[in-house]
């Protein structure tokens, strides 16, 4: 089993910046894993932010390109988000993944971008 704890959401104004960290525990296995986070705002799916693997290859969502960036520290196991110019379609809840064979999500940090 993997846990996962979340971090760094808030309420921030249009334009503002927020930074999410999300530590894992358990069955790390870092040398083939995939660390990232997923977004799922009211009435909308869940659908992908940005993803990084162990060698620090990223994937992000068009919506946040130029704006966020994910970086992960194998060492300590964590991966965080810098979200920056931040606008109020970005306010959703912020699920951290783990992925190893299958998918482990944390619980999810409330980010609201609004004036």
């Known amino acids: 089993q993997v846990q996962l704890v979340e971090s760094g959401g808030g309420l921030v104004q249009p334009g503002g910046s927020l930074r999410l960290s999300c530590a894992a525990s358990?069955?790390?296995?870092?040398?083939?894993?995939?660390m990232g986070w997923y977004r799922q705002a009211p009435g909308k799916q869940r659908e992908l932010v940005a993803t990084i693997s162990s060698g620090g290859s990223t994937n992000y969502a068009d919506s946040v390109k130029g704006r966020f960036t994910i970086s992960r520290d194998n060492a300590e196991n964590t991966v965080n988000l810098q979200m920056n110019s931040l606008k109020p379609e970005d306010t959703a809840i912020y699920y951290c993944?783990?992925?190893?064979?299958?998918?482990?999500w944390g619980k999810g940090t409330r980010v609201t971008v609004s004036s």
């Open positions: 358990g069955r790390i296995f870092s040398r083939y894993d995939v």
């Open positions: 993944l783990y992925k190893y064979g299958m998918n482990y």
